[in-house]
């Protein structure tokens, strides 16, 4: 049975120089991440408690196309880091 790659996006962004738009620019982030989810390609999304950043791990896709989606989201201008790491599902 082959394995379904797995990609996991650690995502880290600057809380202290923070717009003051920045509600409406989450808004947007969180419509961009719910179609993720309804079009099958985002198996799971985590916001971290320290509210700096967020873990997502996507499902079925090219690191290519991880690349396009994360740069293609709104907070991307306050990214302190991102880091990408490839996985192969055990169980």
Partial sequence: MEQENRILVIF???ISNLPVNFQEIVKH????????????????????????G???IFKGITNEKCLELMESLPLMQFKISVEYFNLMQQF
């Fill in 12 to 14: 880290t962004i600057d």
């Fill in 29 to 52: 982030e969180q419509q961009l991440i719910a179609k993720w989810k309804e079009d099958g390609i985002l198996a799971h999304f985590f916001l971290r408690q320290t509210k700096d």
């Fill in 54 to 56: 967020a873990v997502l």
